[in-house]
Structures are given as structure tokens and as C-alpha cells.
């Protein structure tokens, strides 16, 4: 990320990052995704690069949601880098998603941009395809992702062991 800002000059990048859980609840139930059972070859030629440490660890995980869990935490750890960057904004979903005319507000005054006048009413509107299954209209300040996600008990807690493993618990904690 740090080299893109460099090279391109970039004055606004903006990171989505969305709690785990919701991504791996989503991706298990979306026909898109299809299921996975072991950990990808990315995954764990990332792992044995920047943390060899855990390289056994990761070769035993087993399960969709551990191998998901993984693959977004090795995401998220990858743009780390860029977070302290000036020109580079953390947008969180679920902030996007509860309070969108001031999420909107503080990315277009970041970007230096006018926002469009219609901009919440638009963003408030599920996709058709999402409308089935999202939580998007039953989020409140209290709305809890990792109970919402519909996952099982272990599922929670395989997830939870990866977050852990790679040191991502403050960054999950704010993403409610």
C-alpha cells in the first residue's frame, strides 16, 4: 500500500474493513463463495513470509470458518502498513452501515469531495439479492455482529482463535 501512495500520488485511499465474523457469516452463506476445508496455498505461504512463528499452527487449522478467519486476517494485517498514512482512510462497515450521512460526511470531507445531495437515502437501500438475508436494517448502536452472524458456538470460537493468534483483537473490537 505505502509504495501505491508513492507511486500514484494518490491524495484519498480509503480501506474498507468489515468484523469478521459478518464477512465470514456472509461468505459461508452466499452462494458466490464456494465452501473451503483447508487453508489456501496464499494463505500459507503469507504466513510462513511474515510470521513463520505460526506456520505449524496454521498447517493444523482445519474448517471453513478457520480458513476464512485466516484469509481476512492476513488481509487485514497485509494494509496495516497504510493505516497511518495521511492520505489513507479506515472506513468500518458496520460504521458505514449504522450512521451512513456522517460516515459519507467524514470520507467526502477527507477526499476533499461534494457529496450528492440524495447520497443517505441511496445508501440506506439493501441490494435485491442482499435483502434476504442482510441485518443491514436491524443494526442500532447495540447491534452485536458476532451474535448476529447466525454462526455456530465453535465456528465463533475458531474464528476468535485466529483473530488472536495474528493480534487483531483491538482492530475487531472497534468494528461493531
Known amino acids: 500500500m ?10 484519498c485511499f480509503i480501506i474498507v474493513i468489515r468484523n469478521p465474523y459478518s464477512v465470514i457469516s456472509s461468505q459461508m452463506k452466499h452462494s458466490e463463495f464456494e465452501a473451503v ?12 513470509q511474515h510470521r513463520p512463528d505460526l506456520i505449524e499452527w496454521v498447517r493444523n487449522l482445519s474448517g471453513e470458518p ?14 496495516q ?3 497511518g498514512h495521511p492520505n489513507v482512510k479506515l472506513l468500518h462497515y458496520e460504521h458505514l452501515i449504522r450512521d451512513p450521512a456522517n460516515s459519507f460526511a467524514e470520507l467526502f470531507d477527507f477526499c476533499s469531495v ?33 451474535a448476529a452472524s447466525g454462526l455456530e458456538p465453535q465456528d465463533i470460537d475458531a474464528v476468535s482463535e485466529v483473530i488472536d493468534k495474528l493480534g ?9
Open 2 to 11: 505505502p509504495w501505491l501512495l508513492k507511486a500514484t500520488n494518490l491524495s
Open 37 to 48: 476445508d483447508k487453508v489456501s496455498d496464499y494463505d500459507l505461504e503469507y504466513i510462513s
Open 66 to 79: 478457520a480458513s476464512r478467519a485466516l484469509t481476512w486476517a492476513i488481509d487485514q494485517v497485509a494494509t
Open 81 to 83: 502498513a497504510a493505516w
Open 114 to 146: 461534494t457529496p450528492a445531495s440524495d447520497l443517505e437515502a441511496t445508501v440506506k437501500k439493501p441490494s435485491r439479492e442482499a435483502q434476504s438475508w442482510s441485518t443491514v436494517g436491524n443494526w442500532s448502536e447495540d447491534f452485536d455482529p458476532i
Open 168 to 176: 487483531l483483537n483491538q482492530l475487531v473490537s472497534e468494528l461493531r
